[in-house]
């Protein structure tokens, strides 16, 4: 079988700042298996016709996308096209939208022939292999014009799956940013949250050995910049230290180490944090999502304003570019508790924040609550089809999914203006510490910051990227970084 796997089907912007991780372990399997397969990132520039042009020259015998609810009628419309154009192409989809609905995908849309639950690593490539549909783990499939569905089968050992070498990724158009994960599974019960639904409520982890072979052999390639993607990287402290650990074992120095996607308050100290930053941790997010322990329990977050805070107080002290994530609108959040939001955002010198319209997703606590409330602004699905990607960005961050008896849609919206306002200037501030050894430079470069039409261009021109990271960190010898005494 030969197969085309396609990413980033529903962005109208240009410019990945890394190849997807999620679908660079599915090339990997397809890799190891020896199935013949490309890979296209659209992100990259490539249209619907793009690709209809490269199916009908180079022949393929599957066609493959991974599903986000974000711009979910996008991926099913392309693979739509792909079918009314080659008939004979099995058309398949997978990712979180059709983990979480499952059968419902196959019902609803006629033209996907396949769909995979869960992680599909093995389960795609032993369909590829020709395996009886009904053997395969998490496959929904059609049988005489009924869906069927396989159980969901979850790997414990995830040393067994290669980590991606992205062969068949152009590498060269994306920023100098490697993707790093090192567990799966989420077990907190956050009503927001789709992470358990998708990868489990249990924290399964790849070994420290397998997570440095894999930063050398990227390290051997020259990259120095790499992203610690777990949704929880710091969950087992002690293997926090472990991987510090290896990284100065292998010998690899002048990493930039990041943890954008966000790491928990309550799992870090001062001393992982020191030594997180001796290997060359430089930036991570924090959750912080609502300003007061009120909004906190609604969320069912499991964390004190006061550990939250700490984390985030010690965080700067110790000279790390923070960056703190919020969310607004929370069923019995009040004007006043969000205040406490934009408080505590402009309280510590972090580097940004962002402040997220809450989304009910599929299968989440809030997505029943707001169904039982019948509090939806209209169609479910259709709001999040058309909900922008780039949240930060776009003024639909204000449109409500839903409103709750405290906010109503226009206050939504006002509110929304008003939480970009704070971002900005946070970011603005931000930026003017970073670039501090710049002197004068410092202030232009933080205006242009604060504009949202040259975070557009930031986020979406990989050079830009490369350039800011070459900047930020040309002042901030190891040495002189590290503040063991604060």
């Not at 934009?342 to 309280?347: N, P």
């Not at 839903?402 to 929304?416: I, N, P, V």
Request: with cysteine; hydrophobic share 35%.
């Amino acid at each position: 079988m030969k197969v085309l796997l396609l990413y980033n089907v529903y962005s109208d912007e240009l410019g990945s700042s890394r190849p997807p991780l999620g679908t660079g372990y599915l090339s990997q399997a397809l890799q190891d298996a020896g199935i013949e397969h490309d890979v296209i990132d659209m992100k990259l520039g490539y249209s619907e016709k793009c690709i209809l042009e490269k199916i009908r020259r180079d022949g393929y015998d599957c066609v493959g996308v991974t599903v986000y609810t974000v711009g979910h009628k996008k991926f099913f419309g392309l693979l739509k096209s792909v079918k009314e154009r080659y008939p004979a192409i099995i058309t398949a989809a997978g990712g979180p939208h059709i983990t979480i609905l499952g059968r419902k995908i196959l019902e609803e849309y006629g033209h996907i022939d396949m769909a995979f639950t869960g992680e599909a690593e093995e389960s795609f490539v032993r369909f590829c292999k020709g395996e009886p549909y009904g053997s395969i783990p998490g496959l929904l499939y059609r049988d005489n014009c009924a869906v069927h569905g396989n159980p969901i089968s979850r790997p414990d050992n995830l040393d067994l799956i290669s980590w991606p070498r992205y062969q068949k990724f152009e590498l060269d158009k994306y920023s100098n940013e490697i993707g790093i994960i090192t567990s799966r599974g989420c077990p907190y019960p956050c009503v927001f949250c789709s992470v358990g639904l998708t990868l489990g409520k249990k924290v399964r982890i790849r070994s420290v050995e397998k997570i440095g072979e894999e930063l050398e052999y990227w390290y051997a390639g020259g990259k120095r910049i790499f992203n610690f993607l777990d949704d929880n990287f710091t969950f087992y402290r002690e293997r926090v230290f472990s991987i510090c650990d290896e990284i100065e074992k292998r010998g690899l120095k002048g990493l930039t180490l990041r943890a954008s996607n966000g790491i928990r308050a309550d799992r870090i100290d001062r001393e992982m944090l020191l030594r997180m930053k001796v290997v060359g941790f430089k930036s991570f997010g924090i959750g912080v999502e609502a300003g007061n322990d009120k909004v906190l329990k609604a969320l069912k977050k499991g964390e004190t304003m006061e550990e939250i805070e700490n984390a985030i107080r010690l965080s700067c002290e110790l000279g790390f570019e923070v960056s703190l994530f919020f969310v607004y609108g929370t069923p019995g959040e009040t004007m006043e508790d969000i205040e406490d939001s934009v408080r505590i955002a402009g309280k510590y010198p972090v580097f940004k924040v962002d402040f997220y319209n809450l989304i009910p997703f599929p299968g989440t606590e809030l997505w029943k609550w707001v169904e039982e409330n019948n509090a939806w602004t209209g169609e479910p699905m259709e709001l999040l089809n058309s909900m922008d990607k780039n949240l930060r960005f776009s003024k639909a961050t204000g449109k409500p999914f839903f409103t709750t008896g405290e906010l109503d849609s226009l206050q939504r919206l006002e509110l929304a203006e008003k939480l970009r306002a704070v971002t900005l200037d946070i970011q603005k501030k931000g930026v003017e510490r970073v670039f501090k050894n710049y002197g004068a430079l410092k202030y232009p470069l933080a205006y242009l910051a604060s504009r949202i039409f040259f975070q557009k261009l930031f986020f979406n021109n990989n050079f830009l990227r490369k350039l800011s990271d070459r900047a930020r960190y040309r002042h901030m010898p190891v040495e002189n970084r590290i503040r063991t005494g604060a």
